[in-house]
Nanobody, 128 residues
């Protein structure tokens, strides 16, 4: 089992950058594929990005964030990051970190139900 705690959210202006962090507890962090999802008011939770189990491993992004967001992980620190650049108003949402057991690679868009563990979320608000 793993516990996840997100941080780094806040209020920024369109065009700004923000980096989210997700700290994981437990000694098996490196065995989980990690992902970021987001949920805007009145909308379903949607996939943002995912990364394979090792630092520098394969990644996959939603089309809406490709080229602007970068997911990375540091297994020595049990932390996964989401660097968000050129933020847009439509990026406003609660961002969730998630861990998926089973498998090592990240090569497609995942549904939220495919992830086993979730953080509490961090709010990102982008003013236009």
């Amino acid at each position: 089992q793993v516990q996840l705690v997100e941080s780094g959210g806040g209020l920024v202006q369109a065009g700004d950058s923000l980096r989210l962090s997700c700290a994981a507890s437990g000694r098996t962090f490196s065995s989980y594929v990690m992902g970021w999802f987001r949920q805007a008011p009145g909308k379903e939770r949607e996939f943002v990005a995912t990364i394979a189990t090792w630092s520098g491993g394969s990644t996959y992004y939603a089309d809406s964030v490709k080229g602007r967001f970068t997911i990375s992980r540091d297994n020595a620190k049990n932390t996964v990051y989401l660097q968000m650049n050129r933020l847009k108003h439509e990026d406003t949402a609660v961002y969730y970190c998630a861990a998926r057991s089973g498998g090592r690679f990240a090569y497609r868009e995942y549904a939220a139900g495919e992830f086993n563990y979730w953080g509490q979320g961090t709010q990102v608000t982008v003013s236009s």
